[in-house]
């Protein structure tokens, strides 16, 4: 008797009910990632086949791996956003080109795999003419609105990718002026299904909405970021759509997947938010620039091939492969009595969907906010099927857990079926673990040959830029921090520097992070220390122009402005400086080197220990500057100013 009692205190009854009978929740729209916020994908298209096409299938082919709903872009501004810059589709008011960068090319690679799949565009800087000399797209809203209109339609024209969504601008001020223009002009185009979300940062744009009706109409989603799975009131009352439109941002070790799990469940449970998007997509760019890895998955090494499938991918599955937008979430969703959390969604036609997450404190902590302690343990819960799923007998089981003990996971694992009785099932849940109780039969668990080995990048490393070797505009593994590196037709040349490769933004952007006010682009191995780099520099801009050759570069990204390093510069102006920051306030080394503009020259960097020497067209220039830090970092190039100026045969041998 005393045992009995045990028992039945250590697995007290706990019931759930999943019921549509009592009337449906929130309309689902989907689970995303975000590629850009900015240029997070810059390395994935520099892989070589099969792997690229692996990678792609992991992300969004259907029933294989993440499987997502959603793909949302940076619409490239000219600006550092993060991780580098994208390219603006306008980089002057007088010219476009949607050949740019690789957004388009991404999106078109999820729409092979999924037609469904939904695109979401949203800007981060602006190109400088937007903002009319000013730190600002809203001075003329209608500018800004057709711009952002252009890139809608050239997705349209050049790639045959309809847009669903569009934003405003990402974490920055929110001008409702510019909302209600930005909707007019949207509807004027013919373009009224594609709804506004706003405004991509907190929830403040959620009163403004209740005060306004024309805002309120005007906006279809209110997008929030890191929101901590919870909402507030005025979001609730405005009775819009709510999404998680930019969440995660966690290292993608089981800590981030115990994160990505728990919102996936919890952004409903607690916000009520439809729909959370992972920034980022994938992890694709130089790991030691910020938030290196806050992507799903991996894929950060073209030159080898290697890529890791994280567990985040499977956290994602749980949800992706068993519900789809357009379905509904179930009223009876919750937390779980002894931690963890339910969800259940229908799609209405008798297919039904649970998910339950278990994820402890300490092994789903997100990057923000701070998440205040609660406790999980070991539980058996008991759920009871009613309504339009009473009669339901058998249901496919998929289960996950992160064990952070033995380090042995088990991830997207389908186990037999759940047997039903009389509407009953019961489930003994262990912590940090994920269940999927699903009638849609079609989950599968992706899979691909073992990609190649992680090997560094190259020691030995050159380019000439001769365009057509590679589809896109920028050449492989260059990594933009600040301006547009774009391969180049030099009509001037018709011999040796007929392609090179040209910065081609001529003014500051409407900025969203940082920018130096230098331009650079950044490659190679950030553990590099004693190298030899060379390339052949054109300055273009009279008097005032310059160009650099650099190397231990040691920050890019949103730090760029502060990057130490080697710096080699030739200016217009006759002279040459050798400074140990971009910034050029540390000058280690300068002098006479009799250059001019329109004229091509090589430049020859060699650091080594202690000790940094350059070279002019072959000929020692100066020697034995004197570096003490940083050690190590990257390789670079890049102009004095926001100027046109052209890079060819660059090669660096690193030892
Ligand atoms: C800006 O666009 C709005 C909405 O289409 C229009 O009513 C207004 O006349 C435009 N303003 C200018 C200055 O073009
Ligand atoms: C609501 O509108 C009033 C009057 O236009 C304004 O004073 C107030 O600041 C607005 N409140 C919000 C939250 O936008
Ligand atoms: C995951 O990485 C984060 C950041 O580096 C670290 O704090 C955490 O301990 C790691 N978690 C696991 C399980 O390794
Ligand atoms: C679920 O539990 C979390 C953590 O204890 C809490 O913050 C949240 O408000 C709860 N949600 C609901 C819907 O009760
Ligand atoms: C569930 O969805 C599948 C497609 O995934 C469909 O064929 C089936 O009719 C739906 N309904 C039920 C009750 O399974
Ligand atoms: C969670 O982490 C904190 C701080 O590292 C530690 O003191 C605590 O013991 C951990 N709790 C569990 C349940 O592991
Ligand atoms: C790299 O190039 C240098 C000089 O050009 C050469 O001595 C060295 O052997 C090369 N290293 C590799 C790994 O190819
Ligand atoms: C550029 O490099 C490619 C590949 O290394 C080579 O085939 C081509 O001849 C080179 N072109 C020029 C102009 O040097
Ligand atoms: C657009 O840009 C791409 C990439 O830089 C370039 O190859 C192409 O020639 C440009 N197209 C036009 C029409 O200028
Ligand atoms: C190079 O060739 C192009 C196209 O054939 C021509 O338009 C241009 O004038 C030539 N440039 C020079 C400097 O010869
Ligand atoms: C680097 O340059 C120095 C000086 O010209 C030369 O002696 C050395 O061989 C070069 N090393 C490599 C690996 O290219
Ligand atoms: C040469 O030009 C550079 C870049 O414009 C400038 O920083 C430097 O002061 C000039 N030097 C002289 C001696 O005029």
Known sequence: MLFMISCILRYSAQFYVIDDRIGLGREFDGIGGISGGG???????????????????????????????????????DGQTTDGTEPSHMHSNDEENFSRGYEW?????????????????????????????????????????????????GAKQHHNLDIDYIGIWNERTCDPAYVKVLRDILDRAGYTNIGIIAADGDWSIAAAMLNDSYLNDAVEVIGVHYPGTHTVKEALMT???????EDYSTFNNDSGAGCWARILNQNYVNGRMTSTISWNL??????????????????????????????????????????????????????????????ALTDRKGNLTIIIETMTHNHSQCIRPPLPYFDVSPQKVTFQLKGSFAHLTDLQLWYSKLDFE????????????????????????????????TTVTTGQRGSNPEPP??????????????????????????????????????????????FTLRQVITERPVIWAGDADQT??????????????????????????????????????????EAKGVFYWLYANGTYKVTNDIGGKRV????????????????????????ASGMLNGYPLWENAVVLEPKNGWAALGTFSFEYAQFDNFQVNAY
């Open 588 to 611: 280690l080394a300068e002098g006479l080197s009799g250059t001019r503009e329109g004229v091509w020259y090589t430049l020859t960097l060699i650091v080594k220990g202690y000790f």
């Open 239 to 245: 009775e819009r759509k709510l999404w998680s439109s």
């Open 39 to 77: 240029a997070t994908s810059r390395l994935l298209v520099n892989y070589e086949e099969p792997y690229r096409s692996q990678i792609l299938d992991y992300l969004f082919k259907p029933n294989f791996g993440a499987s997502l709903h959603i793909l949302k872009v940076e619409i490239g501004g």
């Open 282 to 343: 994938i992890a694709s760019y130089y790991e030691n620039l910020p938030f290196g890895r806050d992507g799903l998955m991996t894929a950060e090494e073209p030159w080898s091939g290697h890529y890791v499938v994280d567990s985040p991918i499977w956290m994602t599955a749980h949800t992706t492969q068993f519900t789809q937008p357009g379905w509904f979430y179930l009223q009876t969703v919750g937390n779980l009595t002894s931690g963890g959390s339910y969800v």
């Open 105 to 153: 090319w991404l999106m078109k690679e999820a729409k092979k795999r999924n037609p469904n799949i939904k695109l979401i565009g949203l800007p981060w800087a602006f190109p400088g003419w937007v903002g009319h000399g000013t730190q600002s797209p809203y001075l003329f809203p209608n500018v800004t609105a057709n711009y952002v209109i252009t890139w809608i339609m």
């Open 453 to 498: 080995k992680s090997r560094p990048f190259p020691k030995n490393y050159s380019d000439n830029f001769t365009i057509n070797v590679h589809p896109f505009s920028e050449a492989p593994y260059f990594a933009d921090q600040t301006g547009v590196f774009e391969y180049f037709r030099n009509s001037a040349d018709n011999g040796s520097h007929a």
């Open 406 to 437: 033995t380090k042995k996971d088990t991830l997207f694992e389908r186990r037999s079926p759940v047997k039903v009785y009389n509407g009953f099932f019961t489930l003994k849940l262990d912590v940090d673990e994920v269940y999927t109780i």
């Open 520 to 561: 650079i682009s950044i490659i190679g191995d950030h553990k590099w220390s004693d190298l030899n780099v060379s390339c052949d520099v054109l300055i273009e801009t009279p008097i005032t122009g310059g160009v650099f050759l650099a190397a231990r570069v040691d920050q890019a990204g949103i730090f760029v402005k």
